[in-house]
């Protein structure tokens, strides 16, 4: 199995505190598939830093609060 | 399952189906002769044919089953999967070539080479879509 990169995310969360935005939206949003959403969500890819600011934008968060560290705590939106 | 895994599903079974027909042929041929047939052109242009038609034919069937995901460019991480399993699948080709010219400095058998380095391009073929469902199912 290919090694999970250490980046941790809250795109889940955020998707669920934004009125239950669907992957599918997010995905348009961010101009991928909603597949690449899925492998985001689940850790098993971290998108570019294009694709993070894209994501941070769309929530209006910042980068740290939805990516961080593996072991750090990922700030929680104000 | 994404289109392009769909896709990729499709074109192993294509090239798969396509690679047994030509070495059945080429080994059937073989037999009779008693040793490695010379390469069969015609047959070499059969199999690209069949492999263009089938493509032709399949793909729009797995495109309508896969909505307007279909006509969308790929994003960055297909287009990673698909470098890195490209990358990876020249390896396969590779260690062929190289074990069709260990094979060529034994024997000196030139038909024996060609159709170790053709079986090796139909392997390294579907080992890239292998590798791409590999890595759309277990991460990049």
């Given at each position: 199995?290919a090694?999970?990169?250490?980046?941790?995310?809250?795109v889940?969360?955020l998707?669920?505190?934004?009125?239950d935005m669907?992957?599918a939206?997010?995905?348009?949003a961010i101009?991928v598939t909603?597949q690449?959403?899925i492998a985001?969500?689940?850790g098993r890819?971290?998108?570019?830093l294009?694709s993070?600011?894209?994501?941070?934008r769309?929530?209006?968060?910042g980068?740290?609060?939805v990516?961080g560290?593996?072991?750090?705590?990922?700030?929680?939106?104000? | 399952?994404s289109?392009r895994?769909?896709?990729?599903?499709?074109?192993i079974a294509i090239?798969?189906?396509?690679?047994l027909?030509y070495y059945q042929k080429i080994?059937a041929i073989?037999?009779?002769?008693?040793?490695?047939a010379?390469?069969?052109?015609?047959?070499v242009?059969?199999?690209?044919?069949?492999?263009i038609?089938a493509s032709?034919?399949?793909?729009p069937?797995?495109a309508?089953?896969?909505?307007?995901?279909?006509?969308?460019p790929a994003d960055?991480?297909?287009?990673?999967?698909l470098?890195?399993?490209?990358n990876?699948?020249?390896?396969?080709?590779?260690f062929a070539?190289?074990?069709?010219?260990?094979?060529?400095?034994?024997?000196h058998?030139?038909?024996?080479?060609?159709h170790?380095?053709?079986?090796?391009?139909?392997?390294s073929?579907i080992?890239?879509?292998?590798?791409?469902?590999?890595f759309y199912r277990?991460?990049?």
């Amino acid at each position: 199995m290919a090694k999970r990169p250490p980046i941790t995310n809250r795109v889940k969360e955020l998707r669920a505190e934004h009125g239950d935005m669907s992957q599918a939206a997010l995905a348009e949003a961010i101009g991928v598939t909603r597949q690449t959403v899925i492998a985001i969500e689940q850790g098993r890819y971290s998108p570019s830093l294009e694709s993070a600011f894209r994501i941070s934008r769309v929530f209006g968060v910042g980068l740290e609060d939805v990516f961080g560290w593996e072991g750090e705590e990922t700030e929680t939106a104000s | 399952m994404s289109f392009r895994e769909k896709s990729a599903w499709a074109m192993i079974a294509i090239l798969a189906l396509a690679g047994l027909y030509y070495y059945q042929k080429i080994i059937a041929i073989s037999l009779a002769a008693g040793e490695a047939a010379p390469p069969i052109i015609p047959l070499v242009i059969a199999y690209v044919v069949f492999i263009i038609i089938a493509s032709i034919i399949v793909m729009p069937i797995v495109a309508a089953t896969s909505g307007k995901e279909a006509n969308a460019p790929a994003d960055e991480r297909e287009e990673l999967i698909l470098n890195k399993a490209g990358n990876w699948s020249g390896y396969a080709l590779g260690f062929a070539a190289v074990a069709g010219l260990f094979n060529y400095s034994w024997t000196h058998d030139g038909n024996l080479l060609f159709h170790i380095v053709f079986a090796g391009l139909m392997l390294s073929q579907i080992a890239e879509y292998g590798f791409q469902i590999w890595f759309y199912r277990r991460g990049v």
